[in-house]
């Protein structure tokens, strides 16, 4: 199984920015597709990025204002949050599938990080 360990979750003021991190344990990730979850008011899709960085996509409602992005080197993939607003409180999940094209639904992924919360005051 792959393992992923998310880190970076804590409480900020709204306009404050968060970097979430998700390292896997699996040495061929960087092929692996991820797609960052959150579960708040609802679970939703915020963020995706294809295998070796090809591509990435954004839900609209953090467009502008969160990036993903990864470093193959160390087997991680992170999502920086800025202009942080209280809606984007939640518990964030990282999720990977070793197909390199990113799901938009989470019951495609197959690996899960644990799923820090971040919260986000105002």
């Known amino acids: 199984q792959v393992q992923l360990v998310e880190s970076g979750g804590g409480l900020v003021q709204a306009g404050g920015s968060l970097r979430l991190s998700c390292a896997a344990s699996?040495?061929?990730?960087?092929?692996?597709?991820v797609g960052w979850f959150r579960h708040g008011k609802e679970r939703e899709f915020v963020a995706a990025i294809a295998?070796?960085?090809?591509?990435?996509y954004y839900a609209n409602s953090v467009k502008g204002r969160f990036t993903i992005s990864r470093d193959n080197a160390k087997n991680t993939v992170y999502l920086q949050m800025n202009r942080l607003k209280p809606e984007d409180t939640a518990v964030y999940y990282c999720?990977?599938?070793?197909?390199?094209?990113?799901?938009?639904?989470?019951?495609?992924?197959?690996?899960w990080g644990q799923g820090p919360q971040v919260t986000v005051s105002s």
């Open positions: 999720a990977a599938d070793r197909n390199g094209d990113p799901y938009y639904g989470a019951d495609e992924y197959d690996y």
């Open positions: 699996e040495r061929t990730f960087s092929v692996y597709a």
């Open positions: 295998g070796m960085g090809a591509n990435t």
